[in-house]
């Protein structure tokens, strides 16, 4: 896998960043970005190979994130929502899925979504609501059984990719039982309207905008088949809900680095020691980024769910939304007031590079989950409000 994927994100990466500024300055979301990424297969990068998909692991699909974000961080901060979606879906294997209590159908049931996917469908992710954020255990939106499915009712923010998707990832807690929060592919179509709300400072091509729900689904559109899931599965998986960011602002940080490099050679300002030193630092910054992102990857394709793999996850996403800050600010720096227009891909960058730690896990959340495990605490349990 890990050839043919990796090859194909460096090929994309310069058609993305090619369109990156027209898409950045519109707010509009990169649609031939999305063919590119389905002709390549890359749809179906977390797909099983028995279901026709390419099998990656984590640390792979952190390698592809990472080159495509060289490209356009909106782009593959979308693609990011999918690989979620799928990832999770096929690390569901017949031994978790006995102590999950996953059915049969259920089961049969995720193998379609996945074939779909493998076959070019794609998949975006609407958690996180106004007020609530991705809290899960702080949702509004309900569900409710109903004769031959289930009926889902409620708002979210912040869905990257709204409106393009061929389907998406529901959470809502149950109407009959308020703590009980389960998760639904809902189908794109009738019953989901797109509400245009996305006009932001940073990753504005990711047409992240509001998405307003009151649709029915068959019941196989319950993910797992049972209902509850979705909090244990934050707590089983948290790589797919706060470290498979890390890779996209790794990428990010990784671009700023590449095109202040440009800048400064072609305006021959590289002969500044006080610039060379930012670029050497940032460098050095990021790829430390690089290799606890690595690691963190590595440990959760060995063990997943670990307490120190779940440690390195944290602290993926903490290093990486901290580090493509300050190098891009430190790039845009040194690159000088010229690098401020609008249109000059270090402005975009930078602009982008400063959602990484405002993205859940915040980095604040995730340095307070890490003091409270250091501590030796139960960083998923202690605290003032619940982590999900």
Same mark, same amino acid.
């Given at each position: &896998?890990?050839?043919?994927?990796? /090859?194909?994100? @460096? $090929?994309?990466?310069?058609?993305?960043?090619?369109?990156?500024?027209?898409?950045?300055?519109?707010?509009?979301?990169?649609?031939?970005?999305?063919?590119?990424?389905?002709?390549?297969?890359?749809? %179906?990068?977390? +797909?099983?190979?028995?279901?026709?998909?390419?099998?990656?692991?984590?640390? /792979?699909?952190?390698?592809?994130?990472? /080159?495509?974000?060289?490209?356009?961080?909106?782009?593959?901060?979308?693609?990011?929502?999918?690989?979620?979606?799928?990832?999770?879906?096929?690390?569901?294997?017949?031994?978790?899925?006995?102590?999950?209590?996953?059915?049969?159908?259920?089961?049969?049931?995720?193998? @379609?979504?996945?074939?779909a996917a493998? #076959?070019?469908?794609?998949?975006?992710?609407?958690?996180? =609501?106004?007020?609530? %954020?991705?809290?899960?255990?702080?949702l509004? *939106?309900?569900? =409710?059984?109903?004769? %031959?499915?289930?009926?889902?009712?409620?708002?979210?923010?912040?869905?990257?990719?709204?409106?393009?998707?061929? #389907?998406?990832?529901?959470?809502?807690?149950?109407? !009959?039982?308020?703590?009980?929060?389960?998760?639904?592919?809902?189908?794109?179509? =009738?019953?989901?309207? +797109?509400?245009?709300?996305?006009d932001?400072? %940073?990753? $504005?091509?990711?047409?992240?905008?509001?998405?307003?729900?009151?649709?029915?689904?068959?019941?196989?559109r319950?993910?797992?088949?049972? /209902?509850?899931?979705?909090?244990?599965?934050?707590?089983?998986?948290?790589?797919?809900?706060?470290?498979?960011?890390?890779?996209?602002?790794?990428?990010?940080a990784?671009?700023?680095?590449?095109?202040?490099a440009?800048?400064?050679?072609?305006?021959?300002?590289?002969?500044?020691? !006080?610039?060379?030193?930012?670029?050497?630092?940032?460098?050095?910054?990021?790829?430390?980024?690089?290799?606890?992102?690595?690691?963190?990857?590595?440990?959760?394709?060995?063990?997943?769910?670990?307490?120190?793999?779940?440690?390195?996850?944290?602290?993926?996403?903490?290093?990486?939304? *901290?580090?493509?800050?300050?190098?891009?600010?430190? &790039?845009?720096?040194?690159? #000088?007031?010229?690098?401020?227009?609008?249109?000059?891909?270090?402005?975009?960058?930078? $602009?982008?590079?400063?959602?990484?730690?405002?993205?859940?896990?915040?980095?604040?959340?995730?340095?307070?989950?890490?003091?409270?495990?250091?501590?030796?605490?139960?960083?998923?349990?202690?605290g003032a409000?619940?982590?999900?």
């Open positions: &896998m890990t050839v043919h994927a990796l /090859e194909a994100a @460096r $090929r994309l990466a310069p058609r993305l960043a090619a369109r990156a500024a027209d898409h950045d300055r519109d707010g509009s979301f990169p649609v031939e970005d999305f063919a590119d990424l389905r002709a390549a297969g890359l749809f %179906g990068l977390m +797909v099983p190979r028995e279901l026709g998909g390419l099998g990656a692991t984590f640390a /792979e699909y952190a390698a592809v994130a990472t /080159e495509l974000a060289r490209g356009n961080g909106a782009t593959a901060l979308v693609f990011n929502m999918h690989a979620s979606v799928t990832g999770a879906l096929g690390a569901v294997n017949e031994e978790l899925a006995e102590t999950l209590g996953v059915p049969d159908e259920a089961l049969a049931a995720r193998d @379609r979504l996945l074939r493998a #076959g070019g469908a794609w998949y975006a992710v609407a958690m996180s =609501e106004r007020g609530a %954020g991705a809290r899960l255990s702080q509004s *939106t309900v569900y =409710e059984a109903v004769e %031959g499915g289930w009926h889902l009712k409620g708002s979210k923010a912040f869905c990257s990719g709204a409106g393009h998707p061929d #389907g998406y990832l529901v959470a809502a807690r149950s109407a !009959a039982d308020q703590s009980v929060v389960s998760q639904f592919l809902v189908p794109a179509g =009738e019953g989901i309207t +797109v509400e245009p709300t996305w932001s400072l %940073g990753m $504005r091509a990711t047409s992240s905008h509001d998405v307003h729900l009151d649709v029915t689904v068959p019941a196989d319950l993910l797992g088949g049972v /209902e509850g899931l979705a909090l244990v599965v934050a707590q089983l998986m948290p790589h797919w809900l706060v470290a498979s960011y890390a890779a996209v602002y790794v990428g990010v990784r671009a700023s680095i590449d095109a202040a440009e800048h400064l050679n072609a305006r021959d300002l590289a002969g500044l020691p !006080a610039v060379r030193a930012r670029l050497g630092r940032a460098d050095a910054a990021v790829a430390a980024a690089e290799l606890v992102v690595a690691e963190a990857a590595r440990r959760v394709d060995e063990a997943p769910g670990d307490a120190e793999t779940n440690r390195w996850v944290w602290r993926a996403k903490l290093l990486a939304g *901290t580090t493509a800050n300050d190098v891009a600010a430190s &790039m845009l720096e040194a690159a #000088g007031t010229s690098a401020t227009r609008r249109g000059h891909p270090l402005e975009r960058l930078y $602009r982008d590079a400063r959602c990484g730690s405002l993205h859940p896990a915040t980095s604040d959340v995730c340095a307070d989950w890490l003091g409270i495990a250091a501590l030796g605490g139960d960083p998923d349990r202690d409000t619940p982590r999900w």
